[in-house]
């Protein structure tokens, strides 16, 4: 377990199911159901539901419309690193955390790639699967929060997308660190809010530069920085890991590139952006930055047009960045 807050008790539906995914443990005593309740109690705005557990500390919305972007990202991913599930060179892993899980759908598969491991998924929604395999398991909790788990226990930890969640990334990657085993690996995986172009498509005064400010703005309003992707390397070097690789990535807007699989990328993040920019946004816009609804609409109706412009040769630019705990580590200096 996670932390002495964290809970692994399943949905309403899902408390008396003996297969849930859900681990039986709970330090709440007989207060379970109240707190699965509690769990599943969602705030909904403007037509958006969002979690309850910790409410405000995730921007995005947890309904079934957010959660197949989360799974279609996956599959821009395997794309991405064609099939392949991590880039880090892990062998025989037993025991593996995956840090904002979402859908859960890279922690399933990780347990079905390795069988003899235990996967174990954090979010603070419970919106995984009820059933998985064997050796996969969901915990509800807060990330950000102090961990209890034991001092190397992890043989690899996985981080994808948790720009703007992290209020202290060197603190996140210290505690990474100490729950790593000696020679276990890290792997983050995030990429740009602010679209660029490698050409003159993309004038001064083009949209995609206003909105890359304003979700980086919204990062510094809240204290959770959306560029991480560009930070990922030199924060796991000065959290004291080693062999620290860095695998650069793009994502077209749209299928502009003539290139095969860039251009399929283009495609499917054109979907993924079109159909999900309200859930990526609106809370930002509207409880962060305090726009009105009606402006924040508009806003987002301004980026849905400028994905349907082909003649603009836009990316985004992201990392994949893995690192190993030395053999022999010296412990950082808050946990000496």
Same mark, same amino acid.
């Given at each position: 377990?996670?932390?002495?807050?964290?809970?692994?008790?399943?949905?309403?539906?899902?408390?008396?199911?003996?297969?849930?995914?859900?681990?039986?443990?709970?330090?709440?005593?007989?207060?379970?159901?109240? @707190?699965?309740?509690? %769990?599943? /109690?969602?705030?909904?705005? *403007?037509?958006?539901?969002? +979690?309850?557990?910790?409410? #405000?500390? &995730?921007?995005?919305?947890?309904?079934?419309?957010?959660?197949?972007?989360?799974?279609?990202?996956?599959?821009?991913?395997?794309?991405?690193?064609?099939?392949?599930?991590?880039?880090?060179?892990?062998?025989?892993?037993?025991?593996?955390?995956?840090?904002?899980?979402?859908?859960?759908?890279?922690?399933?598969?990780?347990?079905?790639?390795?069988?003899?491991?235990?996967?174990?998924?954090?979010?603070?929604?419970?919106?995984?699967?009820?059933?998985?395999?064997?050796?996969?398991?969901?915990?509800?909790?807060?990330?950000?929060?102090?961990?209890?788990?034991?001092?190397?226990?992890?043989?690899?930890?996985?981080?994808?997308? @948790?720009?703007?969640? %992290?209020? /202290?990334?060197?603190?996140? *990657?210290?505690?990474?660190? +100490?729950?790593?085993?000696? #020679?276990? &690996?890290?792997?983050?995986?995030?990429?740009?809010?602010?679209?660029?172009?490698?050409?003159?498509?993309?004038?001064?005064?083009?949209?995609?530069?206003?909105?890359?400010?304003?979700?980086?703005?919204?990062?510094?309003?809240?204290?959770?920085?959306?560029?991480?992707?560009?930070?990922?390397?030199?924060?796991?070097?000065?959290?004291?890991?080693?062999?620290?690789?860095?695998?650069?990535?793009?994502?077209?807007?749209?299928?502009?590139?003539?290139?095969?699989?860039?251009?399929?990328?283009?495609?499917?993040?054109?979907?993924?952006?079109?159909?999900?920019?309200?859930?990526?946004?609106?809370?930002?816009?509207?409880?962060? @930055?305090?726009?009105?609804?009606?402006?924040?609409?508009?806003h987002l109706a301004r980026m849905r047009a400028s994905l349907?412009?082909?003649?603009?040769?836009?990316?985004?630019?992201?990392?994949?960045?893995?690192?190993?705990?030395?053999?022999?580590?010296?412990?950082?200096?808050?946990?000496?």
């Amino acid at each position: 377990m996670l932390l002495q807050r964290s809970t692994t008790v399943a949905r309403d539906e899902d408390l008396d199911d003996a297969d849930s995914a859900y681990g039986d443990d709970s330090l709440i005593g007989d207060d379970t159901k109240t @707190l699965s309740s509690y %769990i599943t /109690d969602y705030r909904y705005e *403007f037509g958006r539901r969002y +979690h309850s557990y910790r409410d #405000g500390a &995730y921007w995005g919305p947890n309904d079934e419309v957010a959660n197949a972007q989360q799974d279609l990202a996956h599959h821009m991913y395997n794309l991405t690193f064609d099939g392949q599930l991590h880039q880090a060179p892990i062998e025989n892993p037993q025991e593996i955390l995956d840090l904002g899980t979402g859908t859960g759908i890279w922690a399933i598969d990780m347990a079905d790639e390795y069988p003899s491991a235990r996967v174990t998924g954090v979010d603070l929604s419970p919106i995984q699967p009820s059933f998985v395999p064997p050796n996969c398991i969901f915990e509800v909790d807060d990330i950000t929060l102090p961990w209890t788990y034991p001092a190397n226990q992890f043989d690899f930890i996985h981080i994808r997308e @948790l720009f703007g969640c %992290i209020p /202290d990334w060197d603190e996140f *990657f210290r505690q990474c660190w +100490h729950c790593l085993k000696p #020679g276990g &690996y890290i792997e983050v995986v995030e990429h740009s809010v602010q679209p660029i172009a490698d050409d003159d498509t993309m004038g001064p005064d083009h949209f995609y530069l206003e909105w890359g400010q304003v979700v980086i703005d919204s990062g510094r309003q809240s204290g959770k920085t959306f560029t991480i992707w560009e930070e990922s390397a030199s924060r796991l070097k000065n959290a004291g890991f080693v062999d620290v690789i860095e695998k650069v990535y793009k994502w077209p807007m749209n299928g502009w590139s003539s290139d095969p699989k860039l251009h399929e990328l283009g495609r499917w993040n054109q979907y993924r952006l079109h159909g999900g920019v309200e859930g990526f946004m609106l809370r930002l816009l509207t409880a962060t @930055l305090h726009w009105p609804y009606e402006t924040a609409q508009v806003h987002l109706a301004r980026m849905r047009a400028s994905l349907r412009d082909f003649r603009t040769h836009a990316y985004l630019p992201g990392t994949a960045v893995y690192a190993r705990k030395p053999l022999n580590p010296s412990s950082p200096a808050q946990f000496r």
